[in-house]
């Protein structure tokens, strides 16, 4: 094969080389040095070298799963070097070429394990030399969390563990919910609390993590180091324990590590995206013994809550968001905290950086991909509904005779966007009002019309609710 040399230590020495396998000699010398014998060995030794094509060097994988590792796990760190090396590098492209050395026996990937597993195997070394558990992250704090209805048991079950942990009743602690509604928020929180006297030792990872270092510790012959070190922390929490459903083996070894914290005093938390009971899959003694602790649900956000958390994420930012597209947004993004936040963020952000304030024109701009409409019809039944939430009246004074103000004005503002967003005739949209007269339909329509004209504030309204129902 021209142009291509193993990254191997039977490659031919600098000096009989050619100058770009000369540079590939010290790159290869200078990662295995870095790395370790055992992880160079095992998965860097596959990497061939290519030709340099328009200052990208070309280095070839036998097969896609050890490209896409390689990739997320030592690109970086490939490119720095042989930046260092060479100057007509100016990066690396990873790719498959077919024919090359197969991945090692250690490693089936034609096998029926799932790809979390085969990761998991992949990440020998490197679980190895990393620390017992991740960083917590300062910013979720009990002070950063909004507390509502859908979340203030869970809150206050997480502070009570925070103040009074292994309290009876509250061991393990069980948090679940939905993605994105802050479950691991609350986790960090009791983390970073706890650690504040610093005589508290706290071990987080996800359920990937713990089964990625449990199979290290197999394959290093480390298991008993690494039950010890699991086993000799105050507080170990578990992030995704859903992720465990199916990995026998890995709940095998949680489940004694679970029994050996709460027997010791330890406390034990724990966060999956369904209640102990719900988790098919898990092995039966293991859900009865998370259940038999404290189980809060995270349930999902109500609009007010929304609100809420929008409200206090741009009062922290200091850019002046205006209410209505903090309502727009709450209206649209209903079920992800994370991407409503992350939505909020990337109009900050593009204030800052054009220069231009935040409105409701902007929101849906910049936001297009995150709120791009949905492909279908908009009934009135749905208009009603969302008019009735946003003015606050019962559904059923849509088709009712009451005439007062704060129902009648709603009222036309349905009958208004019904005529603008569906295809029903003046008569079939009064026949969904109360079998109301089609001049009575027109005479709504054309008086909020005006009055959209005379109010700014109120033709924010109609417009806001329009918006929302496109989208």
Known sequence: ????????????????????????HKVREKLKGEVGEVEYRTWLRQIVLGPIEDGELILYLPTRFLRDWVRSQYEERLQ????????????????????LPEVPPSVDTESDSTVEEVTAQVAVSHEVRSDLAVPLDPRFSFDSFVVGKPNEFAYACARRVAEKPSS?????????GGVGLG????????????????????????????????IAAIRSQSTMEFKEQL??????????????????????????????????????????????????????????????GMVADIHATTFELRISILEAKAKAS?????????????????????????????????????????????????????????DRRVTIEEIQRKVAEHWNIRLTDMSSARRARAVARPRQVAM????????????????????????????????VAELMEQDTSFAEDVELMRRMLEG
């Not at 193993?6 to 540079?23: C, N, Q, T, V």
Request: hydrophobic share 40%.
């Open 1 to 24: 094969m021209e142009n291509a040399q193993y990254l191997d230590a039977s490659a031919s020495a600098p000096g009989s080389a050619s100058p770009l396998e000369a540079s590939w």
């Open 80 to 99: 720095t070097l042989w930046r260092t090396e060479r100057t007509d590098v100016q990066g690396i492209e990873l790719q498959v070429k077919r024919g």
């Open 168 to 176: 009876p009743g509250f061991n393990p602690l069980f948090l679940y």
């Open 183 to 214: 479950k691991t928020h609350l986790m960090h929180a009791i983390g970073s609390e706890l650690t504040k006297t610093g005589n508290v030792s706290v071990a987080y990872m996800s359920a990937e993590k713990f089964m990625y270092r449990f």
């Open 231 to 292: 086993r000799s922390v105050d507080v170990l929490m578990i992030d995704d324990l859903q992720f465990l459903i199916g990995k026998d083996n890995t709940q095998e070894e949680f489940f004694h590590t679970f029994n050996a914290l709460v027997d010791a005093g330890r406390q034990i938390i724990v966060s999956a995206d369904k209640s102990p009971s719900d988790l098919s899959g898990l092995e039966d003694r293991l859900r009865t013994r998370l259940g038999c």
């Open 318 to 374: 200091g850019t002046h968001v205006p209410s209505k597209v903090l309502e727009y947004l709450a209206h649209k993004i209903t079920t992800n905290v994370r991407e409503l936040e992350g939505a909020l963020n990337r109009l900050i952000a593009h204030a800052d950086l054009v220069g231009r304030p935040v409105t409701l024109d902007t929101t849906q701009d910049v936001l297009k991909d995150m709120l791009k409409a949905h």
């Open 416 to 447: 208004f966007l019904a005529k603008q967003l569906t295809s029903r005739s003046l008569p079939e949209i009064g026949r969904k009002f109360g079998n109301r007269d089609h001049t009575t339909v027109m005479h709504a329509v054309n008086r």
